[in-house]
């Protein structure tokens, strides 16, 4: 697949909240790096991640834009709350090896009534 493909199946695992769906388009040894935190190692880090956040908050990515350079996309999204961001994932073999995502993580805490860090 298309790096473009990749992250349009990414979106679609992401929107059902399944944590091992979204797992399983990372390498085993992918870095997942949101900035608002610390890198996440290992696939399973990465789904554990993902199962957390599941639970803490109900997300949906609306893509607005994917762009492809290369074995690289980039994914420009919004969500029905009105935040917005942007990922940008570096593909191998169909499996995502890395990963960095950019949004503004004190609107969506508000957003969702979480407690600010």
């Known amino acids: 697949m298309r790096p ?15 944590p091992d769906a979204v797992a399983g388009f990372y390498d085993d040894d992918a870095v997942n790096h949101q900035v608002t935190r610390e890198p996440v190692e ?12 599941f639970a803490q908050a109900e997300m949906v990515c609306i893509v ?12 420009e999204w919004k969500d029905p709350l009105g935040l917005r961001g942007c990922g940008f994932f570096h593909i191998d073999n169909d499996k ?22």
């Open 42 to 53: 290992g696939r399973t880090a990465i789904r554990d991640m993902f199962a957390q956040e």
């Open 96 to 117: 995502i090896v890395f990963q960095r995502g950019y949004w503004d993580k004190l609107s969506f805490l508000r957003q969702h009534g979480l407690p600010i860090e």
């Open 4 to 18: 473009r493909e990749v992250v349009k199946a990414w979106v679609d695992a992401f929107n059902s909240g399944d």
């Open 64 to 75: 607005e834009a994917i762009f492809e350079d290369g074995d690289w996309a980039i994914l």
